[in-house]
């Protein structure tokens, strides 16, 4: 009966934390709702309200998620892992349900509201959902961390069709064309923008409040990290279930850390290959069983998992993991973060513009409605197929990077004449880009674990955040100017540009076997 209940503790603790990232689906909500957003600004809010620009909004959301990942630890030490996750979630929701009031008042302020402090709260859950998962499977974490990044999209898909389905049921076309834009005036579809920002708010909290009554802590946290003719093993048990597990730390995952296949696919390096297993105990006053297998070769062996009779109860030694300040002297940590940059302007430009932009040469709302939510759907399939390719080392890590940017780089060059060509035309160069970037979250985790190891993933993991936070700056800024000087054309070629020179980064960069990082190790 014990193991029974702690079996079922385990698995809807697994499917709790895929409905945390709920409103993570933000990122792919808002670009269908900014025509309707734009248009409200422009002719029915308050004669005072356009004080800012609406495109910070999904830009300063970006940037709050960064503070957010700092702030987890702290808090976490202070009100405890779960108690943090439920006021994140209820933060968030109170943000966004002001913004709707807010949007009739002020730009700036629902711009704070919607995307500086709603990114803020985003940042807790979306960390700790993946902190969840990996203490309670730690053997399927590739894939599982797959699927907790894509729930989020899913969310996305059913929240656009809602919001469209309620603002605009009669599909009416944009009757008023300014400069390189496209609005509504009609009132029966201006009236209803606040209670279509209601309806996402709404839908999101009730997604997250079932995760957060579903969620566990887990009992053990495990960790093993191999280096060059070294394998140790690290086991222990959280005393205070309530604290952070900063040994984020999957077996699946780290089992390759100094794997050459997920990195390089290169073999011939002599190391040593530990396979390990713990026994949870849900009483947290009894040490955990570890057994531990160690196997020398010349040559990098399968990756399996054996049992051992030598059994050693209560012994632990640290795991070797990079620090943050080691990590800042490497090269393999400012490739990726230049990854993470340039993959992070390209999401912000598709997802807010791809129904702006697409308005002007196709204006049929329902129609990109319908490709605004094959967005996510896409990014979310591609997301868990690779998180099992990984998995399985089919492809290594420096090849989904270098396929992603380079995909990017060619795409956004074609942006602006897709929609003028024909719908079809338009879907396959949209949805080709979401594959390109549906890697991007899934990598920056996996990265950041698999080279710089368990010990300090959270702040390195929100370090290489500051990038595409960075980028959000950037393009708040950039945006407005490009498109009153340049135009289209050059706006959509700034991130084809950037992903060009972000993958020449990434080509002459070593992460097979890093030297920097095995120094720091």
């Not at 129904?355 to 868990?384: H, M, N, Q, W």
């Amino acid at each position: 009966m014990r193991f029974q209940k702690e079996k079922w503790v385990k698995y809807c603790s697994v499917i709790g934390a895929h409905f945390l990232t709920a409103s993570m689906s933000f990122m792919w909500t808002y670009g269908n709702l900014a025509p309707y957003v734009d248009s409200y600004v422009k002719f029915s809010c308050s004669p005072d309200c356009a004080d800012g620009g609406t495109q910070w909004i999904l830009n300063l959301w970006l940037i709050g998620t960064t503070p957010g990942l700092f702030l987890v630890d702290p808090m976490v030490k202070i009100v405890g892992m779960k108690r943090l996750v439920m006021l994140s979630v209820l933060l968030s929701s109170l943000a966004v349900l002001a913004s709707a009031w807010m949007l009739h008042i002020s730009v700036i302020g629902a711009s704070l509201l919607m995307g500086l402090l709603n990114g803020i709260s985003v940042g807790v859950p979306n960390i700790l959902s993946l902190t969840f998962i990996n203490g309670w499977i730690p053997e399927r974490s590739s894939i599982f961390t797959a699927t907790v990044t894509s729930s989020a999209p899913v969310v996305a898909i059913i929240q656009n069709q809602i919001v469209t389905a309620y603002v605009n049921p009669l599909n009416l076309r944009p009757d008023v064309q300014q400069g390189s834009s496209a609005f509504f005036s009609q009132p029966q579809i201006l009236e209803r923008v606040p209670g279509a920002i209601l309806i996402i708010a709404g839908m999101t909290l009730a997604v997250q409040v079932v995760g957060c009554v579903l969620v566990e802590n887990p009992p053990v946290q495990q960790s093993i990290d191999k280096t060059d003719a070294v394998s140790q093993t690290h086991s222990r048990v959280v005393k205070d279930t309530d604290k952070l597990y900063d040994t984020f730390c999957p077996e699946s995952v780290s089992a390759r850390v100094s794997t050459p296949s997920i990195l390089n696919g290169h073999e011939g390096l002599s190391h040593c290959e530990s396979n390990s297993y713990t026994h949870y105990n849900m009483d947290s006053s009894k040490a955990p069983e570890t057994c531990s297998h160690n196997t020398c070769s010349s040559k990098r062996p399968a990756v399996e998992v054996h049992e051992s009779n030598d059994s050693k109860q209560g012994e632990s030694t640290p795991v070797p993991s990079c620090k943050p300040s080691q990590a800042l002297k490497t090269r393999v940590f400012w490739a990726l973060c230049f990854y993470a940059g340039c993959m992070g302007y390209g999401v912000i430009i598709k997802n807010s513009f791809f129904k702006v932009f697409g308005l002007l040469y196709i204006p049929d709302d329902r129609f990109l409605t319908l490709l605004g939510s094959l967005i996510p759907l896409i990014e979310a399939i591609c997301r868990v197929i690779f998180g099992a390719v990984l998995d399985k080392n089919i492809f290594n890590i420096k090849d989904c990077l270098v396929f992603g940017l380079s995909l990017c780089s060619v795409l956004f060059a074609f942006f602006y004449f897709a929609p003028q060509v024909n719908k079809p035309v338009y879907v396959i160069l949209i949805l080709a880009l979401s594959f390109a970037q549906s890697l991007f979250f899934l990598l920056i985790a996996l990265c950041t674990f698999v080279l710089f190891g368990p010990a300090h993933f959270a702040l390195l993991y929100a370090l290489v955040f500051m990038a595409p936070t960075t980028s959000s700056v950037v393009s708040a800024l950039i945006v407005t100017p490009i498109l009153q000087t340049l135009g289209w054309f050059w706006l959509f070629m700034t991130p084809s540009i950037l992903s060009a020179l972000g993958l020449g980064f990434v080509m002459i960069t070593e992460f097979e076997d890093s030297a920097e990082v095995h120094a720091a190790l």
